[in-house]
């Protein structure tokens, strides 16, 4: 959009198709940061499918990596890629080796890998003691988590154009910084706030999914996400290993983890004297509706 101001341009296009999602991201994006815009969309005005497409493609010159022989339609950032069409198309077929670019395969044993990741207001600051970026920390956790086989999705979703779509996915840093950062969530976070997360968590990504992101509702929860965000600082150890990202271990000074209390050792401070009562009072209306229903049988 920025460029498109800059230049001066009317008319924008892209190369998206009318079956995926990308076209609608693309067209209410433009349309919230430049109203007046006009989008124009080739391949799907034109209703080319993939394999006339790919012809007219070779017929011009156009450089793409895609050809008959290899017709998959490939989107990658470094955050993820993701892999589509070609045999991919019957959800019975196997992804191949082939495929992949990302994740080494997983079923190749490789020596463990330990890492260390440090979160400040719920976002990556170190690994292994070292500062990073964001950029930095995904682009390392890519290479590292990738070559342990880490963050290989198979699955079939459904598209906001109404169709169900099976896709592979690549997310080897994505997947062992979410997997991170939700074990330090669960010791920084209050329970109230992290059941009530998850739905936000949810719903923005839907929106997000869905083409929403310059949407009222998504700038309104990003506020929500950085609040639920700012005690999840501390340090997370995890194995990246044979296709999994596995935290053993969590640390932090926001943490809501009270050993005196978890610990069912001598010297624990809980009183389990408690219990009793705060179970009855709990209980109650569930109690009281389910005597109501015994008598009517």
Known sequence: ANAAKKHGATILAHGCTGKGNDQVRFEVGIANLIPDMTCIAPVRDYAMTRDKAIEFAELNNLPIDQNKKNPYSIDANVWGRAIETGFLEDIWNAPIEDIYAYTSDPT???????VLITFKNGGPVAIDGRPVSMLQAIQELNKRAGAQGVGRIDMVEDRLVGIKSREVYEAPGAMALIAAHEELANVTVERELARFGRGVSQRWTELV????????????LDVFLDDLNSTISGEVRMILHAGRAVVTGRRSDQSLYDFDLATYDTGDTYDQTKAKGFIDIYGMSSSIAARRDLQGK
């Open 209 to 220: 999914y869905d083409g929403m992101w310059f949407s009222p509702l998504k700038r309104a």
């Open 108 to 114: 190749i044993a490789r020596e463990p890998d330990e």
